[in-house]
């Protein structure tokens, strides 16, 4: 079973960029397709990104836009996801996912993956 554990989060001003990064455990990570969510307080957990197994296909919410990239390392398990420009309403807490085949639904969902990590908490200050 594949663990997943996020780091890189914090406080940045409005402005400002982070970079998150996932770790994961386990030999199977390099078959798995893996996300990104967030989930601000008394919101529903929403889309972010979305990286295939290979990391030939790609996939973004609507909410970031132009301003996050997401890429993996299958040699060192990890994901990353470079954010810039972050706003105020960036702040949340960003989770790392995976999804136990290789490919990215046509609108990735919540439902859609099934390892979480614990998340990592940013926030955006005006």
């Known amino acids: 079973q594949v663990q997943l554990v996020e780091s890189g989060g914090g406080l940045v001003q409005a402005g400002g960029s982070l970079r998150l990064s996932c770790a994961a455990s386990g030999r199977a990570f390099r078959n798995y397709a893996m996300g990104w969510f967030r989930q601000a307080p008394g919101k529903e957990r929403e889309f972010v990104a979305a990286?295939?197994?290979?990391?030939?296909?790609?996939s973004f919410g609507d909410s970031m836009g132009g301003r996050v990239t997401i890429s993996r390392d299958n040699a060192k398990n990890t994901v990353a996801l470079p954010m810039k420009t972050l706003r105020p309403e960036d702040t949340a807490v960003y989770f790392c996912?995976?999804?136990?085949?290789?490919?990215?639904?046509?609108?990735?969902?919540?439902?859609?993956?099934?390892?979480w990590g614990q998340g990592t908490q940013v926030t955006v200050s005006s």
């Open positions: 996912a995976a999804r136990l085949t290789g490919d990215i639904p046509l609108r990735p969902g919540p439902s859609d993956f099934l390892i």
């Open positions: 990286i295939s197994w290979s990391g030939d296909r790609v």
